[in-house]
């Protein structure tokens, strides 16, 4: 191993490799050397067991290894290198161009996309994907998710929630969301059932209330705000995501919907009557199949005394 790394040159290879993947290319281009020189020197580096390779397209990228016994060693002859090769400072500004040539080129791709990046497909990009992201980005709230349904969205948000209260009025939906909480291990995901109108959670006790296209099937959708209201602490969140208003009479029957949706202002006017401020109201998807139903979301925040409509999840 001594032998090996009295080679300045070798040395000099190792380095760059202690800090970067690099190609033989661009090994060249950093040190000056030729490719056969390179090429001879990480053979030797590799045999040692120094040196890792991968590939990478058609390209073969090379990084420092350390195998045990003589990590102390080698990570003491790349520190002195520093002061005992005089190249080592080129070196390091040569490894600095490489990798902003290769920043450039990054940036030089996405900017060729500008304008067009949303409007083809992106491996790994998908709503699902960025969902499931999205979910670790709340904060610790206590959130009631009213009409849960088969709690698909509180199993969701039990992930990062400190608590989720599902309700819904079928206790057969009760039923089949407490057994899959249960099967899946969640403990933080208590499932009640109950009227959207009539909750059986406490005044002020969660963060946020979620009725996820559930208001258009309450007899009373102005009840079923004003219960929001009462259970969400001063600074809580209502989220109402439901249909915009529509002409689909059948929907009806097959959905068992009570109201044909909403329009923007009936819904921005429902939350402003329950005391709500901050209301923000907007269509957020259109639907693309028959029968094309549209989708509002909006949000409305109970204010915290004479402060209005500041949020207690900001400071949470």
């Not at 403990?187 to 996820?212: C, F, S, T």
């Not at 309450?218 to 705000?225: E, N, V």
């Not at 029968?291 to 005394?305: E, I, Q, S």
Request: glycine share 8%.
């Amino acid at each position: 191993m001594l032998r090996l790394l009295s080679d300045p040159g070798r040395v000099r290879v190792l380095r760059l490799l202690a800090q970067e993947e690099l190609s033989v290319a661009e090994l060249q281009e950093i040190l000056g050397m030729g490719q056969s020189r390179i090429s001879m020197q990480l053979a030797q580096l590799r045999q040692a067991g120094l040196v890792a390779v991968r590939r990478s397209g058609q390209k073969s990228l090379y990084r420092m290894t350390l195998p045990a016994g003589v990590q102390a060693l080698v990570r003491e002859v790349l520190e002195r290198s520093k002061e005992e090769i005089p190249r080592s400072a080129e070196d390091d500004e040569g490894l600095q161009l490489v990798l902003e040539r290769r920043r450039d080129h990054l940036r030089n791709y996405f900017d060729a996309l500008a304008g067009r990046f949303g409007r083809h497909y992106v491996p790994g990009r998908s709503w699902k994907a960025l969902s499931e992201m999205l979910l670790y980005l709340l904060p610790p709230l206590v959130i009631a998710d009213i009409g849960a349904g088969e709690a698909t969205i509180s199993l969701l948000l039990a992930r990062s929630a400190r608590k989720v209260i599902a309700v819904d009025s079928s206790r057969r939906m009760v039923e089949y969301g407490r057994s899959l909480a249960e099967r899946h291990g969640i403990a933080n995901l208590d499932y009640r059932p109950g009227d959207m109108e009539d909750l059986p959670i406490e005044e002020a006790e969660v963060d946020v209330a979620l009725l996820h296209q559930t208001l258009h099937h309450a007899l009373h959708p102005d009840r079923a705000l004003a219960e929001a209201w009462r259970v969400l602490r001063p600074g809580g969140r209502v989220i109402v995501l439901d249909l915009l208003k529509h002409d689909v009479e059948a929907a009806r029957e097959l959905y068992g919907d009570i109201w044909p949706g909403f329009s923007q202002a009936e819904l921005a006017g429902m939350l402003r009557e329950q005391g709500f401020a901050c209301i923000d109201v907007a269509i957020v998807d259109r639907g693309t199949e028959q029968p094309r139903f549209d989708t509002l979301l909006a949000v409305g925040v109970k204010p915290v005394g004479a402060e209005g409509c500041v949020s207690n999840q900001s400071a949470t």
